[in-house]
């Protein structure tokens, strides 16, 4: 059974920081990218920032470049994946999905990600 399984979302002030786990179970994901996506109110899912299976290429999106960073842990039987968030901001507030995909090149279009998780809410307040 597949599972990708998020935590670490909350409410944080502006300015504030925040670090997402995604501990993924069920495929060899230690063959497969992981990402992380968000979608606030009204918008559509968009991405966040990725990282290749061996962790040698890590896409961010513009608007996230400097402030958070993503890393993985690859173990035997299943993978977790963080997004560290620094210096957040109110435009920053979403709810943030893992999502996993077999490639051995990144793509970041949403509809070429194999597995998703639940998502985990991220508020930051002004």
């Known amino acids: 059974q597949v599972q990708l399984i998020e935590s670490g979302g909350g409410l944080v002030q502006a300015g504030g920081s925040l670090r997402l786990s995604c501990t993924a179970s069920?495929?060899?994901?230690?063959?497969?990218?992981m990402g992380w996506f968000r979608q606030a109110p009204g918008k559509e899912r968009e991405f966040v920032a990725a990282i290749s299976w061996n962790g040698g290429a890590t896409p961010y999106t513009d608007s996230v470049k400097g402030r958070f960073t993503i890393s993985r842990d690859n173990a035997e039987n299943t993978v977790t994946v963080y997004l560290q968030m620094n210096s957040l901001k109110p435009e920053d507030t979403a709810v943030y999905y893992c999502?996993?995909?077999?490639?051995?090149?990144?793509?970041?279009?949403?509809?070429?990600?194999?597995?998703w998780g639940q998502g985990t809410q991220v508020t930051v307040s002004s």
């Open positions: 999502a996993a995909q077999f490639t051995a090149v990144v793509h970041t279009t949403t509809s070429t990600w194999d597995y």
């Open positions: 069920g495929r060899t994901f230690s063959r497969y990218a």
